[in-house]
C-alpha cells in the first residue's frame, strides 16, 4: 500500500513481489529501479504478506552482490511463514519501547530521532508536493517512506520535476549519508533472520545507486 495520497494505475512485476505505479513511460532500466525502492519499501514499512513472501521466493540470482543478495533473500522467503516473519519485523522495528533498529533519518544522522534531518526532508516534500498519507503514523524519514519517494520520483507518480537531476538530488539530500550504514546494521542485527538477505540487498543497491548519482 502507498504511503503516499496521489494514487495512480499499478503495474506489476518484479516476480510479482511489489506494486510499481507507472503513469510514464520509463525505461526498463528505470522500472527495475523502481521497482526495487518499491520493494525495499513494502519490506520495511511492515511485515511481508504471504503472497510476498511467495513472490520472493521465486527471485532469481546471479554474480553480482544484488544478485547474490536476491538468491539468498528467495531461499530464506521460501522457508519463512507470515507469522515469523512479523515476529521478526516487530523485534526489528517496533520493540516494547523500541526495536533492535530505529529506521530513521535523523537518528541516524543525529542520534535523536525528529531533528534536523526530519525538518529539511518536510520542507522538501512540500517543495515537491508530496504528502504522505494521514494514515502514516511514523515521521516522513523513516527509510521505508524515504524508498517510496524514490519509486514515486522515477515513475512519475508526484507531479513534481521528477527527472534523474530531481532524483539525484532527493537521494543526496536524504539517503547518501545513512541508507548504506542501516542496511549494513540490519544485515548485521542479532535479530534478523529473513531480513538479513533484505539488508545486503539495500546495502548493495544504494551502493549501486550512489555510484550510479556519482557519475552525473
Given at each position: 500500500m502507498s504511503r503516499f495520497t496521489d494514487n495512480n494505475t499499478k503495474d506489476k512485476d518484479l516476480a510479482n513481489t511489489a506494486e510499481i505505479q507507472c503513469p510514464r513511460s520509463i525505461t526498463d532500466e528505470d522500472r527495475a529501479r523502481a521497482q526495487m525502492y518499491q520493494l525495499l519499501g513494502a519490506l520495511l514499512g511492515s511485515p511481508p504478506s504471504k503472497e510476498l513472501l511467495h513472490g520472493l521466493a521465486s527471485l532469481q540470482g546471479s554474480d553480482t552482490p544484488m544478485g547474490s543478495a536476491s538468491q539468498t533473500l528467495a531461499a530464506v522467503a521460501e522457508r519463512t511463514s507470515p507469522v515469523d516473519a512479523k515476529r521478526e519485523y516487530n523485534n526489528l522495528f517496533i520493540?516494547?519501547?523500541?526495536?533492535?533498529?530505529?529506521?530513521?533519518?535523523?537518528?541516524?544522522?543525529?542520534?535523536?530521532?525528529?531533528?534536523?534531518?526530519?525538518?529539511?526532508?518536510?520542507?522538501?516534500?512540500?517543495?515537491?508536493?508530496?504528502?504522505?498519507s494521514d494514515d502514516v503514523k511514523e515521521p516522513e524519514d523513516h527509510i521505508g517512506t524515504l524508498c517510496e519517494v524514490m519509486a514515486g520520483l522515477i515513475t512519475g507518480e508526484f507531479e513534481c520535476d521528477s527527472d534523474l537531476e530531481s532524483q539525484k538530488a532527493f537521494f543526496d539530500a536524504h539517503l547518501a549519508k545513512w541508507a548504506v550504514l542501516f542496511f549494513t546494521d540490519l544485515e548485521q542485527a542479532q535479530t534478523a533472520i529473513f531480513y538479513a538477505p533484505v539488508g545486503s540487498l539495500?546495502?548493495?543497491?544504494?551502493?549501486?545507486e550512489a555510484e550510479a548519482f556519482a557519475l552525473q
Open positions: 520493540g516494547v519501547g523500541r526495536g533492535e533498529l530505529l529506521p530513521y533519518a535523523s537518528y541516524y544522522l543525529t542520534g535523536f530521532l525528529n531533528e534536523k534531518p526530519l525538518a529539511n526532508l518536510r520542507g522538501d516534500l512540500i517543495g515537491r508536493g508530496i504528502k504522505v539495500g546495502r548493495a543497491f544504494m551502493a549501486v
